[in-house]
C-alpha cells in the first residue's frame, strides 16, 4: 500500500517518465500504465490510490512492482531477500522521521 506519508507520489500518467524506454526504445503507454494499475500483470498490480480525484501511485511502488515481477520470474527465495530488504529500507526511514 501506498504511504502517502513517506512515499514520492506521482500522478499515473507521469509513471512513463519514471521508466526506462522498453520494446525498441519506446516508451512506456500511459495505457499500460493503467492496465497494470487496474489488472495487474501476471496478478500483480501497480499499488495506486485516488488522492483529489487523480490517481495517483509512487516511486516506491513501481520500484515494489518491478521487484514482485522480477522475483516471480527468479523464484520464491529471490522474492522473500527483496521484500526482507524492501520493509527494513522502509523501518529505517521511519525510525529516522522519528529521530530515531
Do not use: C
Amino acid at each position: 500500500m501506498i504511504d502517502l506519508l513517506t512515499e514520492q507520489v506521482i500522478a499515473l500518467n507521469d509513471v512513463p517518465d519514471h521508466i526506462p524506454p522498453l520494446r525498441g526504445g519506446k516508451p512506456v503507454h500511459p495505457g499500460t500504465v493503467y492496465l497494470w494499475a487496474s489488472k495487474g500483470r501476471g496478478g500483480i498490480k501497480l499499488e495506486r490510490a485516488y488522492l483529489g480525484g487523480q490517481l495517483v501511485t509512487s516511486l516506491e511502488a513501481i520500484q515494489r512492482f518491478m521487484e514482485r515481477l522480477t522475483a516471480r520470474a527468479d523464484g520464491p527465495a529471490v522474492a522473500a531477500a527483496q521484500d526482507q530488504a524492501r520493509r527494513a529500507a522502509k523501518a529505517r526511514k521511519r525510525l529516522a522521521a522519528y529521530g530515531i
